[in-house]
């Protein structure tokens, strides 16, 4: 499984008056095995309600399993997680929003999407 990037929708967080940040490393259901196998090599942070813009890009450094466990359509446990991270010097906010459209339609219904890294380079080198 080659690295990912993981796009999040933080606008309702940014409502309720978080930093980009927080919003972004938030408390996530998503694909443990992603996370422990460290696979997630970014997290964008994007607000398709106010400003419409990515807020943040963060490398995470940690991981952490969040208590508070959700469950699934058909009951099983799917925890949460969140991280620590820092801004990467790869890719910046002015970067990424050069091909917002193009993030914000990897979404289907939900809050979050998964991209391989190699397809953020590519959208990326299409706009230099």
């Known amino acids: 499984m080659s690295e990912q990037v993981l796009l999040l929708k933080v606008g309702n967080a940014l409502q309720e008056g978080k930093s980009p940040y927080e919003a972004?490393?938030?408390n996530w259901v998503l694909a443990g095995e992603k996370v422990k196998n460290n696979?997630?090599?970014?997290?964008?942070?994007?607000?398709?309600?106010?400003?419409?813009?990515?807020?943040?890009?963060?490398?995470?450094?940690?991981?952490?399993?969040?208590?508070?466990?959700?469950k699934d359509i058909d009951n099983r446990e799917?925890?949460?997680?969140?991280?620590?991270?820092i801004?990467?010097?790869?890719?910046?906010?002015?970067?990424l929003n050069k091909v917002y459209d193009k993030l914000?339609?990897?979404?289907?219904?939900?809050?979050?999407?998964?991209i391989p890294l190699s397809e953020l380079n590519d959208l990326m080198s299409l706009c230099s």
């Not at 799917?78 to 991270?85: E, I, S, T, V, Y």
């Open 24 to 26: 972004t490393r938030g």
């Open 39 to 70: 696979k997630i090599k970014y997290v964008v942070g994007i607000d398709n309600r106010n400003l419409h813009q990515v807020v943040g890009i963060y490398e995470p450094k940690m991981w952490y399993e969040v208590v508070w466990i959700a």
């Open 78 to 85: 799917m925890p949460r997680f969140r991280f620590d991270g």
């Open 87 to 95: 801004e990467p010097t790869t890719f910046t906010v002015d970067d």
């Open 104 to 114: 914000l339609g990897k979404f289907g219904f939900g809050e979050k999407a998964y």
